[in-house]
């Protein structure tokens, strides 16, 4: 299983940039899928989640800003940022807990990852 992000790069204060995220391999199926954040010198932190139903989370720092998104057909995440500040500076990772088959009918459940993208807000 492989998570592709894309988007990312530099913006400034106050503009919008969008982050996709796209699942591939051998998928059972996908529970939770969601972007992660990590800063220089910081613990990497949650930024907003979306379930398989479709229900969200998000960090108290980016609600009302940040939307997350999901396509469940395609395996795919997006999450659209908007009035960004520049302590929304980090790379991104985009995360899924995915049920993969195994062989023959088994499945087992595991966390991905993807490579992580920089965004940077400039003031």
């Known amino acids: 299983v492989q998570l592709q992000a894309s988007g990312g790069g530099l913006v400034q204060a106050g503009g919008s940039l969008r982050l996709s995220c796209a699942a591939s391999?051998?998928?059972?199926?996908?529970?939770?899928m969601g972007w992660y954040r990590q800063a220089p010198g910081k613990e990497r932190e949650l930024v907003a989640t979306i379930s398989s139903g479709l229900v969200t989370n998000y960090a108290d720092s980016v609600k009302g800003r940040f939307t997350i998104s999901r396509d469940v057909a395609k395996n795919t995440v997006d999450l659209q940022m908007s009035i960004l500040k520049p302590e929304d500076t980090a790379v991104y990772y985009c995360g899924a807990e995915v049920r993969v088959r195994g062989k023959g009918w088994s499945t087992y459940l595991s966390r991905y990852w993807g490579q992580g993208t920089q965004v940077t807000v400039s003031s």
């Open positions: 391999g051998s998928i059972f199926s996908i529970n939770d």
